[in-house]
């Protein structure tokens, strides 16, 4: 294989205990690497993106993922778990915060699909506090920025959203107003 179309990817094993660096240009060779590195000889495996469990099954989907993605290496009847329901069942005494930084740490395009409530989280956050956490002090403003940003069009959409159902509803009522009055005439007129 040629070193030029070799790319970084972390593997990981379902219970997100093992993460090891590779690099590899084919789907195939990520699988032989991930059966070396995670110390199972298994042909049953399947290689997941762990951000979200998608299975990559297709060397053309694999060409697509960007530098640096984690995979997660599932082996025979071993199933995927999102990283927060994963982290729960681990220790119940995790802060849903040092959750939120952690995952966002892994993969920070979280961040867009957050809801309101975890961006609310993240915007009130004072990353002097946390610092013991995570040392990247950088890392933390810009986050909180960034939910800033993020809650800030969350309810802006939001708001347009609502006056535009309140826009419907009154041009509905407005019309079936008009169309009772128009009925109404056109009684009256009837002999």
């Known amino acids: ?97 040092t959750q939120l930084l952690s995952l966002l740490q892994e993969d920070i395009g979280q961040l867009s699909l957050l809801g309101g409530q975890e961006l609310e989280l993240l915007s009130d956050m004072d990353p002097d506090n946390l610092l013991d956490i995570i040392p990247d002090k950088m890392f933390l403003n810009q986050v909180k920025e960034a939910s800033c940003r993020f809650l800030s069009d969350k309810r802006n959409a939001q708001e347009a959203l609502d006056l535009l159902k309140l826009y419907h509803k009154s041009y509905i009522n407005n019309t079936n107003s008009n169309n009772d009055a128009s009925q109404t005439k056109k009684t009256r007129l009837s002999p």
């Not at 640096?68 to 009847?77: A, P, R």
């Open 1 to 97: 294989m040629e070193e030029e179309s070799q790319r970084p990817y972390k593997i990981i094993d379902y219970k997100r205990e093992r993460k090891v660096g590779v690099v590899a240009s084919s789907l195939e060779e990520i699988k032989r690497k991930a059966q070396d590195k995670l110390s199972n000889t298994s042909d049953n495996i399947k290689i997941l993106l762990e951000s979200d469990g998608t299975e990559i099954d297709e060397e053309d989907y694999f060409c697509t993922l960007e530098n640096n993605t984690t995979l997660m290496v599932l082996f025979d009847n071993e199933k995927w778990t999102p990283v927060k329901q994963f982290v729960d069942a681990v220790d119940g005494s995790h802060h849903p915060l």
